[in-house]
């Protein structure tokens, strides 16, 4: 079982609409999860962090988090054309010799739609 | 917001020869800078965990000895790739996390490397 998982879609959402992005992840003792958006070509940048069970809003953008079903959640509204790229969850686990790390989930491609 | 800058963003290389990346926190110290790997479509591999003036942590699998990470500042790390082959042409990213904590590190550009 890989430590984060996303659905790699394709997703399409049409213009104006919520585009709803899902991630699992395996370690039930993970505090801090985070979503990034990437573009082609180019490395990814924070959107939002969440370390608490619930909602977290930040304009346009709802990260959403159950660790009991170990979910995290990242809810577009209004999605424009330049939200197209890919999303990338990301947990804070710790390597080998217990330092902090980022583990990646492998991404959504999401494709908003005029 | 904290910027990170990688450079180059692109380079190319003869098979045999070294490449060195560098990764500088512009704005912050970093105590921690982390050093990434990424194939076409697939997500962000962890290749080592850098510490000024200490020794990187290394993920499994990955070649220290093909990888050299450098530390030596607050506010720089380096990646040499050493003797280069096709099979190490990807897209390197670092990030750095800010000396005190917080939310999680900033990403550099990144560097697309190609070997001939």
């Known amino acids: 079982q890989k430590e984060v998982e996303q659905n790699s879609g394709p997703l399409s959402v049409p213009e104006g609409a919520i585009a709803s992005l899902n991630c699992t992840y395996s370690?039930?003792?993970?505090?801090?999860f985070f979503w990034y958006r990437q573009y082609s070509g180019k490395s990814p940048e924070l959107i939002m962090f969440?370390?608490?069970?619930g909602d977290k809003e930040d304009g346009r953008f709802t990260a959403q988090l159950n660790k009991a079903s170990q979910y995290v959640s990242l809810l577009i509204r209004d999605s424009q054309p330049s939200d197209s790229a890919t999303y990338l969850c990301a947990v804070r686990g710790f390597n080998g010799q217990g330092a902090q790390k980022l583990v990646f989930g492998q991404g959504t491609r999401l494709t908003i739609n005029p | 917001g904290a910027v990170v800058s990688q450079h180059p963003s692109r380079v190319i290389c003869k098979s045999g020869t070294s490449v060195k990346i560098e990764c500088r926190s512009l704005?912050?110290?970093?105590?921690?800078m982390f050093w990434y790997r990424q194939f076409p479509k697939k997500s962000l591999m962890l290749m080592a965990t850098?510490?000024?003036?200490?020794?990187?942590?290394?993920e499994q699998g990955v070649e220290k000895d093909k990888f050299l990470i450098n530390h030596a500042s607050l506010t720089l790390s380096t990646l040499t790739v050493t003797s280069a082959h096709p099979e190490d042409s990807s897209f390197y990213i670092c990030?750095?996390?800010?000396?005190?904590?917080?939310?999680?590190?900033?990403f550099g550009q990144g560097t697309r490397l190609t070997v001939v």
């Open positions: 990030s750095a996390r800010a000396l005190q904590g917080g939310t999680e590190a900033f």
């Open positions: 370690d039930r003792g993970s505090q801090s």
């Open positions: 850098s510490n000024e003036g200490s020794k990187a942590t290394y």
């Open positions: 969440i370390y608490s069970n």
């Open positions: 704005d912050f110290q970093a105590t921690t």
